[in-house]
């Protein structure tokens, strides 16, 4: 799996959002908002391919958690990525 | 419309808070510092949609973007307007990264063509930004070294179906896919013709050099030389000054080139340069005003000066905007040829106070050309 590199991740603070740069209109943009966890992921994921296990692993190591915990929110998270178009 | 104008501009200088937040937010993405009064915040939400547009107007949305990060988070203003900034700022990256690419289109054209344009002010300017990509990119302007260049350079965009249209100041623009493009015979914008022998070996001796562009690329672009950019960005803020008004971006632009370029030119020579040119009283004004607005440190400034009031100039910005296309009368103005003449004609008028202060004789030359140029067109 990959990151979809037409989204663009902005930070500010602990403000986390990616925006849909592929999008022209003027009133229609595509954003959407992160939690640190997400946003850490995504910045250091460009151009590289992972699976979920490998995130989960990560997350284990940043955070502490359990692989089974830190497995079960990666999925969900990877679910909804492939759903709004974020990963491919 | 008298009062109505009166009104506005009253408006404009009376919400200190909104405006003062504005111009310590501009301080702090140009300089990528600290904020230097915390105390102007919170802002409310009108506050904060009016410092917006304020920015808006003045084309620097994405430079005061980058100020918003050295604010504390609780200070911030709401995820709606936070989101709607960071859409922005990825248009402003998308469209500098197009413009950059045309840029090196028009080069290899050129370039394969025999031709060697100079990049003038724009992305050449750009460059000098922390986060050039956040600049909001306007045209391409392109100096030709000689006429003969320049006309071949029109040609060569006639030969290719272009249309070429003659703007004001002779200069000549077109449409590069979707972006405007504009071909300079002149380097500088000074029109006072005893200055013409002089401008011509100073650019000669001072000339150009080589940038690679976009920075992290392995491509070569000219662009003029220290002291030559700082001449033809402080001739250029006078121009448009007194003229047809200032934004903020270009006194911004301006400011960056002052600490970007200390070291790489004798600041003393610039100072003989501005005095021969008749620039020295405009450029206290300017170095005022880039000091005691937008932070630069007076030691970047090429040689030192008593400082004075930059009130004025501040008015003129804010009444103006971007190029003076947000005064009041902007959009009123005619789209014809005589139209956009009496409007400029005014608009010189409405600048006099500055002018007849700092550069008298370089305005009475622009109003001879004008009027001169509208003559030869009819």
Same mark, same amino acid.
């Given at each position: 799996m990959k990151i979809n590199e037409n989204f663009k991740l902005r930070v500010i603070k602990d403000h986390y959002f990616i925006i849909d740069s592929t999008q022209k209109e003027e009133n229609r943009v595509d954003v959407y908002k992160l939690n640190e966890a997400a946003a850490w992921f995504w910045s250091t994921l460009s151009e590289k391919e992972f699976t979920a296990v490998m995130l989960a692993e990560c997350l284990c190591s940043r955070y502490g958690i359990t692989y089974e915990k830190a497995l079960t929110d990666v999925k969900t998270m990877l679910e909804d990525w492939l759903k709004w178009g974020l990963a491919e | 419309m008298g009062t109505g104008r009166i009104i506005k501009r009253k408006r404009i200088m009376q919400n200190t808070k909104a405006y003062t937040a504005f111009l310590c937010l501009l301080r702090s993405g140009l300089w990528e510092k600290d904020l230097i009064d915390l105390a102007l915040f919170p802002l409310s939400k009108e506050e904060w949609l009016e410092l917006y547009i304020l920015a808006c107007r003045q084309t620097v949305q994405g430079i005061v973007y980058r100020g918003l990060s050295y604010l504390p988070s609780q200070l911030l203003p709401s995820e709606e307007l936070l989101v709607r *900034? @960071?859409?922005e700022s990825v248009r402003l990256e998308e469209n500098n990264e197009r413009t950059n690419k045309e840029i090196i289109a028009l080069y290899r054209f050129f370039i394969s063509s025999g031709v060697h344009p100079i990049l003038k002010k724009g992305q050449a300017a750009a460059a000098l930004y922390e986060m050039p990509s956040l600049r909001v990119c306007g045209d391409i302007d392109l100096?030709? =070294?000689? +006429?003969k260049e320049y006309r071949w350079a029109n040609l060569l965009m006639e030969d290719r179906g272009i249309p070429l249209h003659r703007r004001a100041d002779g200069s000549r623009d077109y449409n590069w896919h979707g972006i405007e493009v504009e071909h300079h015979a002149t380097l500088v914008d000074? =029109?006072?013709?005893f200055l013409s022998t002089y401008l011509k070996r100073l650019i000669k001796e001072k000339g150009f050099d080589k940038m690679f562009f976009p920075e992290n690329s392995l491509y070569k672009i000219e662009v003029p030389s220290p002291s030559m950019t700082l001449l @033809?960005?402080? /001739?250029?803020? @006078?121009?448009? /000054?007194l003229i047809s008004g200032i934004g903020l971006r270009q006194l911004c632009d301006i400011a960056r080139a002052y600490y970007r370029f200390s070291g790489l030119y004798q600041g003393e020579e610039l =100072?003989?340069?501005? +005095? +021969?040119?008749? @620039?020295?009283? *405009?450029?206290r004004l300017l170095?005022?005003?880039l000091t005691e607005h937008l932070g630069l440190e007076k030691k970047y400034l090429p040689y030192g000066e008593d400082t004075i009031s930059s009130e004025k100039l501040l008015e003129a910005i804010l009444r103006g905007g971007n190029f003076g296309q947000h005064a009041d009368d902007y959009n009123r103005r005619g789209r014809g040829y005589l139209s956009k003449k009496i409007y400029m004609v005014k608009a010189i008028y409405r600048n006099r106070e500055i002018s007849q202060d700092c550069a008298k004789l370089e305005v009475l030359c622009w109003t001879i050309e004008l009027i001169y140029g509208q003559i030869n067109e009819s």
């Amino acid at each position: 799996m990959k990151i979809n590199e037409n989204f663009k991740l902005r930070v500010i603070k602990d403000h986390y959002f990616i925006i849909d740069s592929t999008q022209k209109e003027e009133n229609r943009v595509d954003v959407y908002k992160l939690n640190e966890a997400a946003a850490w992921f995504w910045s250091t994921l460009s151009e590289k391919e992972f699976t979920a296990v490998m995130l989960a692993e990560c997350l284990c190591s940043r955070y502490g958690i359990t692989y089974e915990k830190a497995l079960t929110d990666v999925k969900t998270m990877l679910e909804d990525w492939l759903k709004w178009g974020l990963a491919e | 419309m008298g009062t109505g104008r009166i009104i506005k501009r009253k408006r404009i200088m009376q919400n200190t808070k909104a405006y003062t937040a504005f111009l310590c937010l501009l301080r702090s993405g140009l300089w990528e510092k600290d904020l230097i009064d915390l105390a102007l915040f919170p802002l409310s939400k009108e506050e904060w949609l009016e410092l917006y547009i304020l920015a808006c107007r003045q084309t620097v949305q994405g430079i005061v973007y980058r100020g918003l990060s050295y604010l504390p988070s609780q200070l911030l203003p709401s995820e709606e307007l936070l989101v709607r *900034w @960071m859409v922005e700022s990825v248009r402003l990256e998308e469209n500098n990264e197009r413009t950059n690419k045309e840029i090196i289109a028009l080069y290899r054209f050129f370039i394969s063509s025999g031709v060697h344009p100079i990049l003038k002010k724009g992305q050449a300017a750009a460059a000098l930004y922390e986060m050039p990509s956040l600049r909001v990119c306007g045209d391409i302007d392109l100096y030709f =070294r000689t +006429k003969k260049e320049y006309r071949w350079a029109n040609l060569l965009m006639e030969d290719r179906g272009i249309p070429l249209h003659r703007r004001a100041d002779g200069s000549r623009d077109y449409n590069w896919h979707g972006i405007e493009v504009e071909h300079h015979a002149t380097l500088v914008d000074l =029109r006072n013709p005893f200055l013409s022998t002089y401008l011509k070996r100073l650019i000669k001796e001072k000339g150009f050099d080589k940038m690679f562009f976009p920075e992290n690329s392995l491509y070569k672009i000219e662009v003029p030389s220290p002291s030559m950019t700082l001449l @033809m960005l402080n /001739a250029h803020i @006078m121009k448009h /000054a007194l003229i047809s008004g200032i934004g903020l971006r270009q006194l911004c632009d301006i400011a960056r080139a002052y600490y970007r370029f200390s070291g790489l030119y004798q600041g003393e020579e610039l =100072r003989l340069i501005y +005095k +021969k040119t008749g @620039m020295m009283k *405009w450029s206290r004004l300017l170095h005022s005003f880039l000091t005691e607005h937008l932070g630069l440190e007076k030691k970047y400034l090429p040689y030192g000066e008593d400082t004075i009031s930059s009130e004025k100039l501040l008015e003129a910005i804010l009444r103006g905007g971007n190029f003076g296309q947000h005064a009041d009368d902007y959009n009123r103005r005619g789209r014809g040829y005589l139209s956009k003449k009496i409007y400029m004609v005014k608009a010189i008028y409405r600048n006099r106070e500055i002018s007849q202060d700092c550069a008298k004789l370089e305005v009475l030359c622009w109003t001879i050309e004008l009027i001169y140029g509208q003559i030869n067109e009819s």
